[in-house]
T-cell receptor, first 111, second 115 residues
Framework: GQNIDQPTEMTATEGAIVQINCTYQ??????LFWYQQHAGEAPTFLSYNVLDGLEEKGRFSSFLSRSKGYSYLLLKELQMKDSASYLC????????????FGRGTSLIVHP | NAGVTQTPKFRVLKTGQSMTLLCAQD?????MYWYRQDPGMGLRLIHYSVGEGTTAKGEVPDGYNVSRLKKQNFLLGLESAAPSQTSVYFCASSGLASGSIDTQYFGPGTRLTVL
């Protein structure tokens, strides 16, 4: 099976930078996803990493280290609308290739 | 292009009643999934389908059945609802999974309460 760990909750100030970590233990790693989920809404895709390094998309960046089983999502210039849950999901090769989700990190951005 | 739609959006059942949740996607995706989301538990996979006419069990399949008679539709059935099945149910779809980014697209969710 897979073990995916994220902090339950984080708080940050508008305009600041926040880093949300995700650690995983799995065999046959085949990619890591980050999704954003606002309260009462569906998850939406943010980023995907399969090779080591940093992927940047505007204010959001995602980093992966396969040897350490570690990823983080970096949010810059925080806005109030970034208050949401952030879900880390890991996919393994072989079998169904279906990602397994962590429990999510609830980010609260305050003025 | 509606993406992934789910019906109904809300439902209240009594213990022992049955119901079917419908998921439809118009993106011609091969894979479809049913998840449940409970506070503090993240998204847990109930059942999934890798193509029309095929289904498979996920992490928490007990008490649920599914069918995929048409490629665009994935039905989730509760034969005898229990209070433990009170949850938010999300349907999702994606293209062929192996070797691709294969993002999952989620429906808006169904809030189910079992009394």
């Amino acid at each position: 099976g897979q073990n995916i760990d994220q902090p339950t909750e984080m708080t940050a100030t508008e305009g600041a930078i926040v880093q949300i970590n995700c650690t995983y233990q799995t065999s046959g790693f085949n990619g890591l996803f980050w999704y954003q989920q606002h309260a009462g809404e569906a998850p939406t895709f943010l980023s995907y990493n399969v090779l080591d390094g940093l992927e940047e998309k505007g204010r959001f960046s995602s980093f992966l280290s396969r040897s350490k089983g570690y990823s983080y999502l970096l949010l810059k210039e925080l806005q109030m609308k970034d208050s949401a849950s952030y879900l880390c999901a890991v996919r393994v090769s072989g079998g169904s290739y279906i990602p397994t989700f962590g429990r999510g990190t609830s980010l609260i951005v305050h003025p | 292009n509606a993406g992934v739609t789910q019906t109904p959006k809300f439902r209240v059942l009594k213990t022992g009643q049955s119901m079917t949740l419908l998921c439809a996607q118009d993106m011609n995706h091969e894979y479809m999934y049913w998840y449940r989301q409970d506070p503090g538990m993240g998204l847990r996979l109930i059942h999934y389908s890798v193509g029309e006419g095929t289904t498979a069990k996920g992490e928490v399949p007990d008490g649920y059945n599914v069918s995929r008679l048409k490629k665009q539709n994935f039905l989730l059935g509760l034969e005898s609802a229990a209070p433990s099945q009170t949850s938010v149910y999300f349907c999702a779809s994606s293209g062929l999974a192996s070797g691709s980014i294969d993002t999952q697209y989620f429906g808006p969710g169904t809030r189910l309460t079992v009394l």
